[in-house]
């Protein structure tokens, strides 16, 4: 659900480029005991996409996922 809504507000391309950065900073940098700072991740993310509601989308999408995991 999630993932079709995304993709179909935002290209392959973009989705791909989100969904790898928020994973990369929400999960494998938490891993490596790195600490998020919020303001640079969401600076990043409005370079890649500028719309925040489609980053949110693709942000608990990556969140089920997750959390399907554990």
Do not use: P, T, W
Not at 11 to 29: C, G, M, N, P
Not at 37 to 50: F, G
Request: glycine share 2%.
């Amino acid at each position: 659900m999630f993932c079709r809504e995304a993709l179909k507000k935002l290209s392959q391309e973009k989705f791909e480029a989100v969904y790898d950065y928020l994973k990369k900073a929400r999960f494998d940098d938490r891993k490596s005991g790195k600490d998020i700072d919020e303001k640079q991740v969401i600076h990043d993310l409005n370079h890649i996409c500028s719309n925040s509601d489609l980053v949110f989308i693709v942000e608990q999408l990556l969140f089920l996922e997750m959390s399907d995991r554990l």
